[in-house]
Nanobody, 125 residues
């Protein structure tokens, strides 16, 4: 079983930046696709970004492409989400997830087996 712990969330003004981290344990980190999802109150959990097991392929939701960057350090069992040019609509709880299927980067929440507790990101206007 995999355990995930997110950190780095907080309150920022529009146009600002945050860097989220997700530390993984309990599995073979380098074998897994990792993804970031977010969920605002009353909304479904939606895909933000994903990265292949090696870090060689990345995928982004249209709403964040060009502003967010996902990366991973397999020597540290950690995945990151660098968020720049933040907008109020980015406000949500951000979750790190693990896709253990080895089929490629999933973009649906049900494709991810394990989740962290989430970290709150709030962007003020």
């Amino acid at each position: 079983q995999v355990q995930l712990v997110e950190s780095g969330g907080g309150l920022v003004q529009a146009g600002g930046s945050l860097r989220l981290s997700c530390a993984a344990s309990g599995g073979t980190f380098s074998s897994y696709v990792m993804g970031w999802f977010r969920q605002a109150p009353g909304k479904e959990r939606t895909f933000v970004a994903g990265v292949s097991s090696s870090g060689g392929s990345t995928y982004y939701a249209n709403s964040v492409r060009g502003r967010f960057t996902i990366s991973r350090d397999n020597t540290k069992n950690t995945v990151y989400l660098q968020m720049n040019s933040l907008k109020p609509e980015d406000t949500a709880v951000y979750y790190c997830g693990v896709d253990v299927r080895r089929l490629g980067v999933g973009v649906r929440s049900w494709q991810y087996e394990y989740w962290g507790q989430g970290t709150q990101v709030t962007v003020s206007s």
